[in-house]
C-alpha cells in the first residue's frame, strides 16, 4: 500500500521570502537607531560624560516630537501621558522612575531651578499638588527648555520660562540621573 502525502503549495512563496528578508532587517535597523547607545556612566564619571550621557537622554527623548498624549499612556504605540513619557525615556538608559508624576516628584535629588541640567524633571502644579512633569533638554539665559507630553498638543519641546501658561505652575525640580546612577 502507497501512500501520498500531499504537501500544500504556498502562495507567492518567494514574493514572501524576499520582502521577510528585506523588510525585517531594515526595521531593525530602524528601531536601533532609536535605542539609546549608552547607559549610566560609572560612579566618578567626568563632568563631560555626564552631560555626554544627559544629551543622549534629551535626544532620545525627542525622536518622541509630535507623538500623540493618552492618559495613562506608556508607550509610543498607544501614546503617553506626561509621567509616562518620563518613565519610558529613563527606563530607556537604565534610570528607574515611577510612572506617577506625583511619586517621580519624590525621587532623585531636589535642585535649584537656576542649576537643572537636561535629563532633570521639572514638576509643576500648586503647592502640595503634583499636576505634571517635563524633562530638560537645555537651560539657557533665554530659560529652561523642556520636552513634555501635553494634553492638547502631544510631545513638544517649548522655554517653559516664557510660557504664559506652564511658568506659573513651576514649582520645583529634582535630578533623577545623578540620584540614580551614582554620580
Known sequence: MTETISIPSPRK???RSLTA??????????LASFRP????????????ESLQFRSEIVGYAQNFLGLRYRSAGRSPQTGFDCSG???FVLDEFGISVSSSSSLQSRQGVKKSLKDV?????????????IQHVAMVVENTSEGIVC???????????ENISTSKYWKPRILFARDVIRGEAGL
Open 85 to 87: 513619557f518620563t518613565r
Open 147 to 157: 520636552v513634555h507630553s501635553t494634553c492638547s498638543r502631544g510631545i513638544i519641546v
Open 21 to 30: 528578508t528585506l523588510l525585517l532587517p531594515a526595521i531593525f535597523i530602524l
Open 117 to 129: 541640567l537636561p535629563g532633570d524633571l521639572v514638576f509643576f502644579g500648586a503647592p502640595g499638588r
Open 13 to 15: 512563496p518567494l514574493q
Open 37 to 48: 547607545a549608552a547607559y549610566p556612566p560609572t560612579f566618578g564619571a567626568s563632568d563631560a
